[in-house]
């Protein structure tokens, strides 16, 4: 008789593999879920860095290839990224006059992303440029 006893407590019990395996899909349905919610704001954090660059480059052109006027300027990025730029004279009219030079606040306005997650980063800065002096 206790061959018989030993035989029996020998294994695990289908009840014991079904409670290891289902505390085993749902530790597996949580850590996938945090691997995916990391991966997506890496993405996220990615596409953010990637826009601040562009914005900076494309301030960086305004003054040099780009002349700083009145206006509005858009376009697209080749990376699918979208871009516009707004130059409008800083100061007042007394500012102006009493300057030896011109200022404009310049912005760069970059969009990505599909409607109605679209998201956009906007940089802003002061350019200066030498005015003809008066004759």
Known sequence: MVNESRNSEAGFTLVEIVAALAILTLSLGAL???LSDGIGRAGHAEAHAQA????QSLLARAGAEIPLQKGIMTGEFPQGYGWRLQMEP?????D????PVAAFSVSAEIVWGQSPQ??????????????EPPR
């Open 32 to 34: 996938f879920g945090v």
């Open 52 to 55: 601040g660059s562009l914005a």
């Open 90 to 94: 800083y100061g007042d009219s007394a």
């Open 96 to 99: 102006h006059r009493a300057w």
């Open 118 to 131: 679209q998201q956009s980063i906007v940089l802003t800065t002061l350019r200066i440029v030498a005015t």
